[in-house]
Structures are given as C-alpha cells and as structure tokens.
C-alpha cells in the first residue's frame, strides 16, 4: 500500500493530504503536536519512530521556518521526501523540484526553473522561466515570479504579488537604460562585464563580455543605442537591416561562405522585437560579435585599401538583385547633394551659434559649388543612373578585416542602408580613404588626395562590381568621389553651424576642422579629375 506521512494537521496539511490521495497515496496520516482526530497517530517528535512503518513523509506547514525545519529533520532521518505536484498544476520537464517542495493547485513552474526543498508554490501562483525560488520560500496565491528572478530563502511572496527579475550588478553597466537593454537580450543572469566598444560618431556601442568554455571572459555580442536624432524611425532602420542581412546570410551560404564571420548577425530581444526600448523611449539593438576581426580607422597600407575595395564591390554586387524599392528611406534624400546643399544655406541663414563669422573662407569655397550638386542627382532623375540597394556609409572603418590575414571579412554600420546611387558609395569610400590623413587633422599641410590610393580603390572596386554597373553608373564614379567629398564637408560645416547636433564632437571646433580637410580633398580631386576619369576608363 503506498502510504505518505504529514507533519502538520492544519489547514495546509488537509490540502496537501487531498493532494497525495488524487496522487494516488492510498493510506495518508498525520504527525501534529494540537491537532487530535482518528487521522493523526502522534506528535511531530514521533517521526523518528514512524519511519519504518511509514517511510515516505512531508512537512506541510504554512509556516517558513517550520516547513524547512521539519524537512530537513526528515531528510536527515532518511526518509524519502518526495515533491507533492498537484494533477492540475502544470511543471515544465526541465524544472528541478528539489525534495519537499509543493506545488498546488492550478500552479505553473516553466522552463529552467528551480524549486528548493520545503518550497510552497501556492494555488494559481506562477514561477516563469529562469527563476529560482530557494528552500522553505513560499509563492503565494495567484502571485507571478517573472523570468530570471531568485526569491530567497525563507521568504513569502504575497499572494497576487508580481516579482520582477532580480537584477545582479555588472561591471561596466553605468545606467538603468544600458542595464534595461543587456538583460532585455537575455545576457543579464551570464554577463561578465560590458565596455565601450568602437570608434563611431552617432551611435553609443558596448561589447558585451560572456564567460566562455574556457573559463576566459570573451566578447560575444556587440549592444548599441540608436541614436533617435538621427535615426527618427528605428522600426524602419531595423526592417532594413533584418531584411539585408538575412538575404546576405542566404547568398553567402549559396557561395559556401562562413556564414558568422561573412555578414552581421542581429539578434532579437526576448520577445521578439527587432529592438529594445528603453523607458527613456531609446532603442537598443544587439548583434553577435565577429571574432578575431579587426577595424581601421585609415588607411595603412594600400592592400588594406584594395581588400575594402573588394568588400564595398562585393557588397554591392550580392544585393544587385534584392529589391532596392522595398528599402525604408531611414533618411530622406540622405545623399541628395542638392538638398544638402540647401540645408547648409539654411543652417548658414540662422547663424543660431553665431559660428559664421569663424568659418567665411569656408562658407565661400561651399558656395561656389552649387552647381556642382546636381551633376548626379540630375541623372538619376533622368533615369541615366539607376537606385540600387547601398550602404551610404562606405568608410574604411565600416569593414571588418580578418586579423590573421588582412583580408576583408564583412560590411557593418549597416542603419544607412537605403535605396540609392552607386556613385555615393564609390565615392564617399575615395573620400575617407584616398586621403593622406584622418579626417578631423588640423594641420592641413598633411591632407592630401592620393590618386595612387584612388587607382587602387577603382581596381579592387570594378574587379567586384564592373559586371553589375552601367556604364553611366561607371562614368559616374569620378563624381561621386568629388560630390560625396563636398557633401561630407557641407555637413560637417553646416553642423558646427547649428551647434554641433548630430556629429560627435571633442572640442569646440572639431566639425570646422573636419570641414577644412574635406574642402582641400575636393580641391585637390578638382585638379585631378580628368586622371581620376580616366583611370575608371582603364578597368
């Protein structure tokens, strides 16, 4: 006959007795030092002499202290103390019940949980996926333990309490927004410690550090905060992103490419969304980490310059065929030159810091050019040029190189992808590129256009993308290497202009001197331009 002794008579131990019978104990008694009817054969103390007739036995007392106690006396006395789980309730296969625990009726324990001995998991209660609820704890009636919570030991959750995640602190995480984001990803409970990450102007970025098998903390993911001054609509970036990516990963596979090293893999937050919203209404996004990969800042030696030409060509070679009309324009007219032109008028019409009368050298040479701000985009309205599916971002900076062999492993900084012109992508990688110094040198003296680099760039660039071009679109290249030069710098000018709103400064005047080194690159392109024509015309 299988037989289960209680200690308690009270009003818990009834249920639980109830319980075992449904479980199919066909003989339950009683230990309880007040309680006196025909169920109850003697006082707690008794337990030890009652193991042999009965040696299956639970202590079912509401109270904390008592539960535990009596459970651990059991255990030491060796008898068999099972997990009571009532038939309604609803326990996941991966849930670990640790000895005497109780989970009543209509309870849920999901997935990845731990119940410890002596735990009460009251009726109606939820424990959700992750959490801990430690020995002679108490779940009460209806209450709700979150995801990756740790109720500790002895305490009582209130019935219809709601317990929200129990957060542990990680080295590096400065701020509830950053904290928010790591555990909205799943990383909060395995997180080692987080730390800046990149050398980018817009976004905020954290490398986030995962113990590995190895027992070394090692870098797995890459977290970044959108910047929503720029990035209006980080639902659209984010659509974009997902969508190329994921059609990325399918060309690669076809080309037997290494599918986690060859293209960004953006990950989803744990309920599904693209990103992660922070009270403070900002979105984060995650995405694995590309290991033993490195990022330049400029050029170093010519190799490097034509292994991002092969990338940049590449890239735009593998999206020839994903429909460029189905892209988001995160910003619009991004790369019209045009309308740039025009917002640098308006900037230089307001004056709002008062910062013209520092730079009318510079506001002259913008404004001689404006004609020259049309010569692409009047084309594409033509129908001469046509949109295709580009980065719009094609700095040196925004490739990974293999570390070990200095090859070109993959394009990242993807939020700018959007519909538009060869020509701009071309061009804005001569523009960071082909030039003799990084973009924010003051002393001019050492900026200049390298059209050695440019030749370099034009091979590795056409060897990729010559098959997919247009011979418009190749004409167009010299352009856009002049135009997305000029472009860069309005820009730049026209954000000092403004107070510095969108680019990330360190001193007062470092949009001015960005300004400066890309207005003697368009000068020096403009003495070279008929040797840059005729180099495309070469391959």
Request: proline share 4%; hydrophobic share 40%; glycine share 8%.
């Amino acid at each position: 006959m299988k037989s289960l002794l209680i200690l308690g008579a009270g009003g818990f131990g009834r249920m639980v007795a109830e319980t075992a019978q449904a479980l199919g104990y066909e003989k339950v008694v009683f230990l309880d030092d007040a309680v006196k009817d025909e169920a109850v054969i003697g006082m707690c103390c008794d337990y030890e002499i009652r193991h042999k007739e009965y040696p299956v036995a639970v202590a079912a007392f509401g109270n904390n202290k008592m539960r535990l106690y009596w459970t651990d006396k059991l255990l030491e006395e060796g008898y068999e103390v099972p997990a009571i789980v009532h038939p309604s309730a609803v326990v996941s296969p991966s849930a670990v019940l640790e000895p005497g625990c109780f989970v009543m009726q209509r309870a849920v324990v999901n997935t990845n949980t731990r119940i410890g001995r002596a735990v009460l998991v009251n009726s109606g209660a939820i424990v959700d996926h992750n959490s801990a609820v430690c020995a002679g704890a108490h779940v009460g009636l209806g209450s709700v333990v979150k995801s990756d919570c740790t109720i500790e030991s002895g305490r009582k959750v209130e019935a219809g309490e709601v317990i929200f995640s129990t957060r542990r602190k990680i080295e590096g995480v400065d701020s509830r927004s950053l904290e928010d984001a790591v555990y909205a990803f799943g990383f909060g409970q395995q997180c080692s410690y987080v730390k800046p990450f990149g050398e980018g102007h817009i976004n905020e970025t954290y490398a986030v550090y995962m113990p590995g098998a190895d027992g070394k903390d090692t870098p797995l993911y890459v977290l970044q905060r959108i910047n929503i001054n720029v990035f209006k609509n980080p639902d659209q970036v984010m659509a974009n992103i997902f969508g190329v990516t994921e059609y990325l990963r399918s060309m690669i596979r076809e080309e037997g490419g290494d599918l986690d090293r060859e293209a960004l893999s953006y990950i989803k937050t744990k309920s599904g969304e693209s990103y992660f919203e922070d009270a403070d209404g900002q979105p984060w996004r995650c995405l694995h980490y590309v290991p033993d990969s490195v990022c330049y800042q400029m050029v170093e030696r010519p190799e490097q310059f034509y292994q991002s030409a092969l990338s940049f060509g590449h890239f735009l070679k593998q999206l020839g065929d994903y429909p460029a009309e189905s892209l988001y324009e995160t910003i619009p007219k991004f790369h019209d030159t045009v309308k740039r032109f025009h917002d640098f008028k308006d900037a230089l019409r307001k004056d709002v810091k008062n910062r013209a009368r520092l730079c009318r050298e510079e506001i002259e040479f913008v404004l001689a050019r404006e004609d020259d701000c049309g010569v692409l985009m009047k084309q594409l309205e033509e129908g001469i040029l046509p949109l295709r599916v580009t980065h719009n971002d094609t700095k040196l900076n925004n490739i990974l190189f293999d570390k070990n062999t200095g090859e070109g492993l993959c394009i990242i900084d993807l939020d700018t992808i959007m519909p538009g012109l060869a020509a701009n992508d071309f061009g804005d990688s001569i523009r960071f590129g082909a030039s003799t110094a990084e973009e924010d040198e003051k002393d001019l003296n050492k900026v200049h256009f390298d059209i050695e680099l440019y030749r370099i760039y034009v091979k590795g660039y056409l060897e990729m993308a010559k098959d997919v071009l247009t011979p418009a679109e190749n004409a167009s290249l010299p352009w856009g290497a002049r135009l997305m030069t000029l472009e860069c710098g309005m820009r730049f000018l026209a954000d000092f202009l403004q107070g510095d709103v969108y680019f990330k400064t360190t001193y007062p005047e470092h949009n001015l001197v960005r300004a400066r080194t890309q207005f003697r690159l368009v000068k020096e392109m403009e003495e070279q331009f008929d040797e840059m024509q005729k180099i495309v015309e070469t391959f």
